[in-house]
Nanobody
Framework: QVQLVESGGGLVQTGGSLRLSCAAS????????MGWFRQAPGKEREFVAQ????????YYADSVKGRFTISRDNAKNTVYLQMNSLIPDDTAVYYC???????????????????WGQGTQVTVPA
């Protein structure tokens, strides 16, 4: 069982930055692949970024590539999402999620993720 708690969301102007954190409980955090998803009002949840259990592999949605960076600190049981050059289309609730480590880094389906956090709101006003 893994419990995930996101933090770091907020209101930021266009072009600004935020860093989201996701703290995980449990002693097996380092064995899970981790991902970030987001859901805007009236839209389906979409993939943002994911990272392998070791941190050696990452994968991003085209919409955030070059602006967002996912990282993890297994000693702190935490995964991060550094978000730069934010735009109004980034407005959403952001969720972190955990899945088994054996799934390929390019497999982005939310169905492959077993554990989910409650989400943190990111708002970039138009």
């Amino acid at each position: 069982q893994v419990q995930l708690v996101e933090s770091g969301g907020g209101l930021v102007q266009t072009g600004g930055s935020l860093r989201l954190s996701c703290a995980a409980s449990g002693r097996t955090f380092s064995s899970y692949g981790m991902g970030w998803f987001r859901q805007a009002p009236g839209k389906e949840r979409e993939f943002v970024a994911q990272i392998s259990w070791s941190g050696s592999s990452t994968y991003y949605a085209d919409s955030v590539k070059g602006r967002f960076t996912i990282s993890r600190d297994n000693a702190k049981n935490t995964v991060y999402l550094q978000m730069n050059s934010l735009i109004p289309d980034d407005t959403a609730v952001y969720y972190c999620a955990a899945r088994s480590s054996g799934i390929g880094i390019r497999t982005t389906s939310s169905l492959t993720y077993r554990y989910w956090g409650q989400g943190t709101q990111v708002t970039v006003p138009a």
